[in-house]
């Protein structure tokens, strides 16, 4: 079960550059499938994520707004990549770079979402991503609705890509 009252332990945990943490969910984003790589790595056990909502491993230090470009993004059927810290079992966290794809049937109707997670690089996030990330989640907890905070943090994410010309896949590709 998710345990949103994990105390976080501000760990981070690491795993292999050659390993891949893999997870599907359906339309509703319930975990249908998820590798040893993602267990060993999230602390929990296949019984305990199977029909979870994959927000079981959302850190709540991550933007909101990186989540809403996600959805907006499955809901057009379309890819993308995006730096992501999880939270574990045990409140430590793990970053990934994470390539979020709709999963389609035979009539190109979505059937549900895939997630290959790969090692982050150190030097970006640390020079990039945190940086960033820090200052949209700022914005969104300056705003007491959180609807409202979530939009201005979107707002303000588009408007670093537009000033450097870019799409967010093209800026998270980049970096």
Same mark, same amino acid.
């Not at 945190?130 to 200052?135: S, T």
């Not at 949209?136 to 609807?147: D, M, T, V």
């Given at each position: 079960m998710a345990n949103n009252d994990t105390t976080l332990t501000g760990v981070e945990r690491a795993f292999g550059d050659n390993e891949i943490i893999v997870s599907k969910t359906d339309l509703k984003g319930r975990i249908t499938y998820a590798n040893k790589v993602f267990l060993d790595v999230a602390g929990y056990r296949l019984d305990e994520v199977m029909g979870q909502p994959h927000s079981m491993i959302r850190h709540p230090d991550m933007p909101r707004s990186i989540f809403k470009l996600l959805w907006d993004k499955m809901t057009s059927k379309e890819e993308l990549f995006a730096y992501v810290m999880n939270r574990c079992k045990n409140g430590d966290h793990y970053w990934v770079l994470a390539h979020v794809t709709p999963s389609f049937d035979a009539d190109a109707n979505v059937v549900g979402y895939h997630s290959n997670r790969r090692v982050a690089k150190r030097d970006?996030?640390?020079?990039?991503?945190?940086?960033?990330?820090? *200052?949209?989640?700022?914005?969104?907890?300056?705003?007491?609705?959180?609807?409202?905070?979530?939009?201005?943090?979107?707002?303000?994410?588009?408007?670093?890509?537009?000033? *450097?010309?870019?799409?967010?896949?093209?800026?998270?590709?980049?970096?």
């Open positions: 970006t996030l640390d020079n990039v991503i945190i940086p960033l990330y820090g *200052k949209l989640l700022q914005i969104e907890q300056s705003h007491q609705n959180r609807k409202d905070g979530m939009q201005a943090s979107t707002q303000a994410l588009m408007d670093i890509l537009n000033n *450097k010309g870019v799409a967010y896949d093209e800026f998270i590709l980049s970096i």
